[in-house]
């Protein structure tokens, strides 16, 4: 947890108050140091078999493995509260005063990945990690926002 509010301090202090770390109880984090991704869509074969891309499964198994590494608590097994937060890096063909602002969370990455790809790609990875299935996560929301650490936090705890 502490590498999670280390990280968090990163953030733009807008972004740190929506946040509110010590406002949950039970709190517990996992963080990926890499760039945010999101789920692909499912592929099929000419003879009509459905497949994940090879990227997707990379990417949940990265999480997995990440979530394996730092968990500190068993499975959890009732409903699930979330957050994922997306820091994706500011691109540097903008201009200082553009990436300050970017920097200063005036500006958000309205690009792709879509929120909704980031969050099921990450909730996904860690069914059978974490929690057992990504439906006992009832009250769920992702943040996508620029950073200086390109990474992904998901704080989750017990409802």
Not at 110 to 127: H, I, Q, R, S, T
């Amino acid at each position: 947890m502490d590498l999670a509010k280390e990280w968090v301090e990163w953030l733009p202090i807008t972004v740190q108050s929506e946040i509110n770390l010590d406002n949950k109880l039970d709190l517990s984090s996992i963080f990926i140091d890499s760039v945010p991704v999101g789920k692909g869509r499912p592929r099929f074969t000419r003879s009509g078999r459905c497949y994940t891309p090879s990227a997707t499964k990379q990417a949940e198994q990265s999480v997995r493995l990440a979530a394996e590494n730092q968990r500190d608590k068993g499975m959890l097994t009732g409903s699930v509260g979330v957050l994922v937060l997306a820091v994706f890096p500011v691109p540097k063909s903008w201009s200082k005063p553009k990436q300050q602002q970017a920097m200063a969370g005036k500006i958000r990455p309205g690009v792709k990945p879509d929120f909704d790809n980031v969050a099921k790609l990450y909730c996904d990875a860690l069914n059978g990690v974490v929690w057992q299935d990504d439906k006992q996560i009832v009250d769920g929301r992702c943040i996508k926002l620029y950073g200086q650490q390109p990474g992904v936090l998901i704080l989750y705890w017990p409802l």
